[in-house]
């Protein structure tokens, strides 16, 4: 499988993008999808996941209320909006996946199996 994330660009503070997660050869079912990102010189940090078959989901503390995980079942596709962008938002945003069932933290990145190659996110003050 591929995951091809899209959406990244340059946006001004308070703006709104809706980046997408694409599987390719490939399907979300059975599987969650998490959403990282990573600043420069940071570690990688979660943000966001749903689970496909039941649609649970679950958000990091430092950005709940400013984003929205959602999917669409036909495209085989994750969206994450992300509303009030702060310059601190600014980083490369990747989607991943792993199987339904781990009990491993949910926002833990090596706990994933299969990544995107990520989208920049910039956004200026």
């Known amino acids: 499988v591929q995951l091809q994330a899209s959406g990244g660009g340059l946006v001004q503070a308070g703006g709104s993008l809706r980046l997408s997660c694409a599987a390719s050869g490939g399907t979300f079912s059975g599987y969650t999808v998490g959403w990282f990102r990573q600043a420069p010189g940071k570690e990688r940090e979660f943000v966001a996941a749903?689970?496909?078959?039941?649609?649970?989901?679950y958000y990091a503390t430092i950005v709940k209320g400013r984003l929205s995980i959602s999917r669409d079942n036909a495209k085989n596709t994750v969206y994450l909006r992300v509303n009030g962008l702060k310059p601190e938002d600014t980083a490369v945003y990747y989607c991943?996946?792993?199987?339904?069932?781990?009990?491993?933290?949910?926002?833990?990145?090596?706990?994933?199996?299969?990544w995107g190659q990520g989208t920049q996110v910039t956004v200026s003050s």
């Open positions: 749903l689970t496909w078959n039941d649609g649970m989901t």
């Open positions: 991943a996946r792993r199987l339904i069932g781990s009990t491993l933290p949910v926002g833990g990145p090596r706990t994933y199996d299969d």
